[in-house]
């Protein structure tokens, strides 16, 4: 069975039933100072151990694999749709500015190209139901070639000339893509605000499952961020995607490599969001990337606490240096601890609403610092625990004894 939704990273074989074993290397983790990311160790010798596919209790949300979209090159301005207008989640907020899925403004700073595939890519199994096999990309890992796994979830009804915008989703350390998956009811979700959902599988050879960790070396990083490169690329050549919205999400774990992806991807994201992640101490530092992009910093307030890691202390270090480069933030605080963000949405909206929506709200053009919430204020269906900008959030005032981390 699954253990708790935001399992931290350094909870390995205490908490997370996860098959970790060293407790030197957790005790290590746990005193090291942080060492920068872009040192050169050499590559860590990696297995083909990959994690189980379809091995989660409880019941799917119903989604079924849906054929794939057209190919269509990256280069060009968004476009306008065939399919009916995205559905929205949280309220009209959005009505009154320009979102992902309008034509970017006159002059407006582009993204870059979508790289091609250095290979072939595969065809992509598109969607999720139990006992689907999941997509693979092959990856050479210092002597070895391991097979990386991934899902695609993209709108059961999306028409050739649809222009999607993308988003990463990186899972806890006790969970897989499939949790991700189930929990953020992403099918629905996709099918609702019109966009693809990529959801990778760690590659099962990692102490904590992506390489954030002060004692993750370089090279393991660098990995990383060409399995999303891959991933990106083969994505964008069998759909239609809009290259100006390309974002990141992660829980825990995930998020921690989320703010890793953000700096060394940063020329490729439009926007990022942590859910309980963050840098500093014995997490890798921030690493500034060129483009600055919307984000926002979400955490379970004081208490955000398991194990050995602070998130609340993390959090505001990637906060202080989000600020610092001149980056928008968005600053969530929910104070249920290390769980998942109770997001307040009414029946019919997806469970992840806020998140979806904080995504499409800022495309890649945006001007640094910029963001549409600063001009016509935060939408209504967003969270009362939400603030812009460092140290405005306000916790909601009751109680809530809410923990996932045993």
Known sequence: MRRGFLCLPLLAALACGDDLVGDTDVATLATSEPTSSTGTPGPTDATTTQPTQGSSEGSMSGAETTTTAAATSTSEPPTSTTADPPQPDMGSGGDDFLRCHDDPPDGATLA????????????????????????????????????????????????????????????????????FYERGDVQNAVNQKRFIAVIPEARG???????????????????????????????????????????????????????????????????????????????????????????????????????????????????????????????????????????????????FAPLWDFFLDHPYWLAPGESPYNEFGIPEGMPDWCAIGVGNAVPPPEPCDKNECS
Not at 151 to 157: F, K, M, Q, T
Not at 209 to 233: G, R, T, V
Request: hydrophobic share 40%; with cysteine.
């Open 112 to 179: 870059p190209d979508i790289a091609a595939y250095g290979g072939t890519c595969p065809a992509l199994e598109v969607g999720f139901m139990e006992g689907q096999a999941f997509n693979v990309l092959p990856q050479q890992l210092g002597n070895n070639t391991v097979e990386r796994l991934f899902l695609v979830i993209a709108p059961e009804d999306a028409s050739p000339d649809e222009r999607l915008p993308v988003i990463f989703l990186w899972h806890w350390l006790g969970g897989e893509a499939q949790d």
């Open 205 to 351: 050879d990692l102490l904590f499952k992506w390489p954030f960790s002060a004692i993750d070396s370089d090279a393991d990083l660098q990995a990383e961020f060409q399995f999303f490169d891959d991933m990106l690329s083969c994505v964008a050549e069998q759909f239609n995607v809009n290259k100006e919205c390309v974002s990141s999400t992660g829980v825990s774990a995930g998020a921690l490599f989320t703010s890793q992806l953000a700096g060394g991807r940063g020329d490729v994201l439009s926007s990022f969001m942590s859910l309980s992640g963050g840098t500093g101490g014995a997490i890798k530092p921030w690493t500034a990337p060129a483009h600055k992009m919307p984000a926002m910093v979400l955490w379970g307030g004081p208490d955000d606490f398991c194990i050995l890691i602070d998130f609340e202390q993390t959090s505001k270090d990637l906060e202080q240096n989000l600020e610092a480069g001149g980056h928008f933030v968005l600053e969530c605080i929910h104070n249920c601890n290390h769980s998942t963000p109770p997001f307040p949405v009414d029946p019919g909206q997806t469970a």
